[in-house]
């Protein structure tokens, strides 16, 4: 997506926005003459777990990583999020802190919504609050569900269930036989809650089975279909 940057482009941004979705014209005005555009390089740590949240984050370009480490020092990867999704809006409800860490992927615009002017705004528009909910609602069912996999399947189930969701999230290139992920693999480690050495048995023995190839830091989707297969025990 361009990085929008005029008054007109920051409107029609966030008419792409689901959180704004029905949201009434008057809304949109106000949030367009609120928020504030930033430009963050790749790495940049944009806020960390556990402090105090000033803001939430709608993200206008790029790709953000959120991540929470265990107790024993490893990182979980919870979500890698690209434009219109939007975070940061869990420490502004009630007087929790940031529930997770966000750092960019690749370089990233995003505009910020402050505190005060976040709440005015759930306050004013029921709309607005109902998309927001429902949003969190889908969050909580792709936990449960990831909650379930990650319990259940073995290694290669875990790794096709990640794989899976990158490619339903569109968080990967479609190419035209293939779709290509651009990760390391402790990159699907963290996002697999496993070992990276654990990953990268479960990869070769799915490369073996010609659902993906793999090169260094990237994972090409071959087949779709049989990683579901893969995932649900049938193969
Ligand atoms: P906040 O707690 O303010 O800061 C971290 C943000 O990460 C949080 O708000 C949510 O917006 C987002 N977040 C937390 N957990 C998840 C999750 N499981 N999936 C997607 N986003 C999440």
């Known amino acids: 997506m361009n990085d929008p940057a005029t008054s007109g482009d920051v409107r029609a941004f966030l008419e792409s926005v689901p959180l704004f979705d029905g949201a009434p014209p008057r809304a949109l005005d106000v949030v367009a003459s609120v928020v504030r555009r930033r430009r963050f390089e790749a790495d940049t740590l944009l806020f960390q777990e556990g402090e105090v949240g000033d803001a939430l984050y709608l993200l206008a370009d790029g790709l953000v990583k959120l991540s929470k480490v265990d107790l024993g020092g490893h990182e979980k990867t919870l979500a890698l999020l690209r434009p219109p999704d939007f975070f940061g809006e869990m420490a502004l409800l009630g007087h929790s802190n940031r529930s997770a860490a966000a750092v960019t992927v690749v370089p990233t615009t995003c505009y910020l919504l402050f505190r005060d002017d976040f709440q005015r705004l759930l306050s004013a528009y029921p709309t607005v609050s109902l998309n927001l909910t429902s949003t969190l609602a889908e969050r909580l069912r792709g936990m449960d569900d990831e909650a379930q996999v990650l319990s259940y399947q073995d290694a290669q189930g875990r790794v096709a269930y990640v794989l899976l ?62 990683l579901e297969e893969v995932l649900h025990g049938v193969r």
């Open 165 to 226: 969701r990158l490619y339903r999230d569109g968080v990967v290139e479609l190419l035209e036989d293939r779709a290509r992920a651009r990760l390391t693999h402790q990159d699907l480690a963290n996002l697999a809650g496993t070992s990276r050495e654990t990953v990268t048995r479960a990869l070769k023995a799915l490369e073996a089975e010609g659902l993906i190839e793999t090169r260094p830091r990237e994972v090409d989707l071959l087949d779709v279909q049989g």
